[in-house]
C-alpha cells in the first residue's frame, strides 16, 4: 500500500501468537501526511526503522493478541486524535468499508463464496486483448485485470472499491526503470505500441552510451527492451533464483547496520572475452579491476595514486577507481558485482587487502580476496538497491538506497516456494503498431505450451546480446485494441491466434448505475434528459449506417452531471468522433444528430450573378441544393442545446 498503519499478526514455530505495528507511507510526497506520520513514530515511540519509509513496533508479551488489544485501546484513540487535529479524517478507513471487509473475510471463513487461495490458482489466458470501441473502458479494465493477477488477495477484499484498486494499480506499476520503486518492486510494466515502436525498443538493441570521464569515443551496449526486462524480472522469481538467493545472505539486524557496500564491475559484458574475467574471479574467490597495469600499488596513498595517473597521462578516473579498490574497500566490506546497470551477477564479502600479482592468467594485476555469498545468478538491481548501477567501475553505494529487506533474515522477508508472483506488461493501442517486427521470434514464445518450464518449452538465442531467452509462466501480457483505428481482422494472424480477445462494447445501463448521475438513474432531472437513452439512440443509428466497431462508449458520458459538462462532451468528443467516422459527411452525421445541431449557410450570391456569363448544367444544383454547417455547440445557449438533444431523441 502507499500508506497505512496496521497490526501484522503470525505464529511463530512454537505456534504463538506473535505481532507488531508496521507504519508505511512509501512515495508519499504530501507534507502534511509525512509530519503526520512522524508525529505518530514520535509520540508513541519503540518504532524500529526497516526502512525510511517503514517502521515497526513489536507487541511482546503476553502473547501478540493481548498487546494487540493494549494497542487499539490507548494507542489507536490517539492516532485519530492527531489526525482530526491536523484535519486528516480522510485516512481513517470508514465504517462503511471496514464492515463491508470483515464481512467478506467471514464468508470466506463461512464457505459461502470461494476462498482467496482457490482464487489465486484460477485459470487466466496468458495472452489477452481487450478490443472494442473507443471509450469502453479497455485501459480502465486493464487495471482491474493488472491487480488481479499480481495481487489476487487484494482484489478478492477490494474489487469493489475502484480507488484502491487504483491505487494499488499504481503501487505496483513500473515508472522508471531507471529509479526502481521505493519500498517495494514494481511487477506492472506499461508501454504504448505506436508506428516507430521497434524490435529495439520490446525486446533489445544496441545503444549509444552516455560518455564517461576520459572517453576519447562513442561506445555502444546493448540495452533491454521493455518486454525482456520484465520477462527477466519475472524469470527471477519462477525460476527459484528469487528464494535460493534470499535464503543464501541472512544478515542479522546488527551485521546490517555495520555493513558497508560497494558496485563493481568484473570486466565489460559486452566483450565476450571479458567472461573470462568473471570465472578467474569466481574460481579464485577473489575481484579484481583493470587500472594502471603494471604498476604495484601495495603502500601507495591516495596521493601517490594520482600522482602515478598523472605522470603516466592516465585519467583522473584511474586514480580514482584504484583508490576506492585498494584504499577504501575494507575487510569485512560487500561488494555487489554488476551485470550492466539493471542486474547483480554476484555478492562478495571481502575477506583481505590489496594484492598485486603480475603472474595472473588473466591481463589484471590488482586483486582482493573475497568469500562469495551469491554467484552466477542475474538478480534485478530493484532487488536490492532503489536506483540503477551507473558504467562507473567501482564505487559505495548509498546507504539509504540498499534494500535492507533483501539482506536482513526475518520471517516476513522469507519467499514463499509455492506462491511464485506474478508479473503483467500492458501493452495499450497494440494494433498501431507493426506486431511481427516488434515482436519477431518472440512471438511464438508466448504461447503457454512454449513458455519456461512447459511441455513444449522453447528457448532462443537472441541476436544482439547472444543469451539465449525463454518466456516464463509467471508473465501475463494484457493488450487494448481501439477496434475505430483499426479492425480486428487487419490484425497479423500470427497475433490473433495468440491471444484471446474479450469484446468491450458500450454499456449505456452503466451509466445509470456508476455514473455521475446514478442516483437519478442516468437522468439530467431538471431539464429531462435521460442519458442512457441518448447513448442507445446515437450508437443504435451509428451503427446502422457504419459498424459496431466504431460506436461511442459510455465512458464519455460518466462524468456528465450537468447540461454544461453534456455540452462540453458533444463539443470535445462526440461530434470530432462523428467527423472522423464519417469524413465530414454532414448527411450521415445529420442522420445521427438531428437537424437542430445544423444550420444553414445563407448568401446574398445568385447563381445567375455569380457567374453571370457562364452556364454549367450544375447550375441548377446551385441553384436548389442548401449549404449547412455543424453549429458551434459552445455558443448554443441552454434552451437550444436541450431542444437539440429532444429532437436526437425525436422527442
Excluded at 504530501?30 to 507487541?59: C, M, P, W
Excluded at 472499491?161 to 518492486?185: A, C, V, Y
Excluded at 596521493?303 to 583522473?316: E, F, M, T, V
Excluded at 534485478?380 to 532503489?386: A, I, L, Q, R, T
Aim: hydrophobic share 35%; net charge negative; charged share 25%.
Amino acid at each position: 500500500m502507499t500508506k497505512s498503519i496496521g497490526l501484522v499478526f503470525w505464529l511463530d514455530e512454537a505456534g504463538n501468537i506473535e505481532s507488531h505495528l508496521e507504519l508505511v507511507f512509501n512515495e508519499e510526497i504530501d507534507q502534511s501526511i509525512l509530519v503526520f506520520y512522524n508525529r505518530v513514530i514520535n509520540n508513541l515511540g519503540g518504532f524500529a526503522e526497516v526502512h525510511r519509509t517503514k517502521f515497526k513496533k513489536n507487541l511482546i508479551g503476553n502473547g501478540g493478541h493481548n498487546k494487540a488489544f493494549g494497542f487499539l485501546e490507548h494507542d489507536k484513540p490517539r492516532i485519530d486524535e492527531t489526525l482530526r487535529n491536523m484535519n486528516l479524517e480522510s485516512l481513517l478507513i470508514s465504517e462503511e468499508k471496514f464492515n463491508r471487509n470483515l464481512q467478506r473475510v467471514l464468508d470466506i471463513r463461512a464457505g459461502h463464496i470461494s476462498t482467496v487461495k482457490n482464487t489465486k490458482r484460477m485459470k487466466m489466458a496468458y495472452n489477452t486483448i481487450l478490443f472494442g470501441p473507443p471509450g469502453t473502458g479497455k485501459t480502465y479494465h486493464t487495471k482491474s485485470l493488472a491487480v488481479q493477477i499480481t495481487d489476487p488477495d487484494f482484489y478478492e477484499l477490494n474489487k469493489d472499491d475502484r480507488n484502491e484498486i487504483r491505487e494499488r494499480f499504481n503501487s505496483l506499476l513500473i515508472k522508471d526503470w531507471d529509479t526502481p520503486q521505493k519500498g517495494h518492486n514494481g511487477r506492472i510494466s506499461f508501454c504504448t505500441f505506436h508506428q516507430s515502436f521497434s524490435y529495439e525498443d520490446f525486446i533489445e538493441g544496441i545503444k549509444p552510451v552516455k560518455p564517461a570521464e576520459g572517453d576519447t569515443f562513442l561506445k555502444y551496449e546493448v540495452q533491454d527492451g521493455i518486454f525482456k526486462r520484465i520477462a527477466d524480472r519475472a524469470s527471477y522469481f519462477s525460476s527459484g533464483s528469487a528464494r535460493r538467493d534470499k535464503a543464501s545472505i541472512t544478515l542479522s539486524e546488527e551485521q546490517y547496520q555495520r555493513a558497508t557496500f560497494y558496485k563493481i564491475s568484473l570486466g565489460d559484458i559486452n566483450r565476450p572475452e571479458d567472461q573470462a574475467i568473471y570465472d578467474y574471479c569466481i574460481e579464485n574467490s577473489c575481484i579484481t579491476i583493470g587500472f594502471m597495469e603494471g604498476v604495484d600499488l601495495t603502500g601507495k596513498s591516495e596521493q601517490d595514486l594520482y600522482a602515478i595517473s598523472d605522470n603516466n597521462n592516465l585519467s583522473r578516473f584511474s586514480a580514482q577507481a584504484m583508490s576506492y579498490f585498494s584504499l577504501y574497500l575494507k575487510a569485512g566490506n560487500y561488494v555487489l558485482v554488476s551485470k550492466g546497470n539493471y542486474k547483480v551477477r554476484g555478492i562478495g564479502k571481502v575477506t583481505g587487502d590489496y594484492i598485486y600479482d603480475e603472474h595472473a592468467p588473466i591481463p589484471y594485476y590488482h586483486f582482493r580476496k573475497v568469500e562469495w555469498i551469491i554467484k552466477d545468478t542475474e538478480i534485478p538491481v530493484e532487488e536490492v538497491y532503489e536506483k540503477a548501477f551507473s558504467q562507473q567501475t567501482i564505487y559505495k553505494l548509498n546507504s539509504n538506497w540498499i534494500k535492507k529487506e533483501f539482506f536482513v533474515s526475518s520471517a516476513s522477508s522469507q519467499i514463499d516456494r509455492d506462491n511464485v508472483p506474478n508479473f503483467v506488461l500492458v501493452i495499450d493501442e497494440i494494433n498501431r503498431g507493426n506486431v511481427s517486427q516488434i515482436f519477431g521470434e518472440l512471438i511464438t514464445l508466448i504461447e503457454e505450451d512454449k513458455r519456461t518450464s512447459k511441455d513444449e518449452e522453447l528457448v532462443v538465442t537472441l541476436p544482439y546480446s547472444k543469451e539465449n531467452f525463454s518466456v516464463p509462466p509467471n508473465l501475463y501480457i494484457l493488450g487494448t485494441m481501439n477496434t475505430a483505428d483499426r479492425s480486428v481482422e487487419a490484425l497479423d494472424t500470427a497475433l490473433r491466434r495468440r491471444f484471446s480477445f474479450i469484446e468491450m462494447l458500450p454499456e449505456p445501463s452503466i451509466l445509470s448505475q456508476f455514473g455521475e448521475l446514478s442516483d437519478t438513474m442516468g437522468k439530467l432531472e431538471e431539464v429531462d434528459i435521460d442519458l442512457v437513452e441518448v447513448l442507445k439512440t446515437i450508437n443504435y443509428r451509428i451503427e446502422k449506417l457504419l459498424d459496431k466497431d466504431h460506436l461511442i462508449g459510455h465512458a464519455y458520458f460518466m462524468k456528465v452531471d450537468s447540461v454544461q459538462k453534456l455540452k462540453s462532451i458533444f463539443h470535445d468528443s462526440i461530434v470530432p468522433l462523428l467527423q472522423e467516422y464519417f469524413f465530414g459527411d454532414y448527411s450521415k452525421i445529420g442522420l445521427i444528430l438531428g437537424k437542430d445541431f445544423f444550420q444553414e449557410v445563407l448568401t446574398d450570391q445568385h447563381p445567375s450573378t455569380t457567374f453571370a456569363d457562364f452556364y454549367h448544367e450544375a447550375i441548377d444544383d446551385l441553384n436548389s441544393r442548401t449549404v449547412v454547417r455543424l453549429k458551434d455547440i459552445s455558443r448554443m445557449n441552454g434552451d437550444e442545446f436541450i431542444a437539440a438533444i429532444n429532437r436526437l431523441l425525436r422527442k
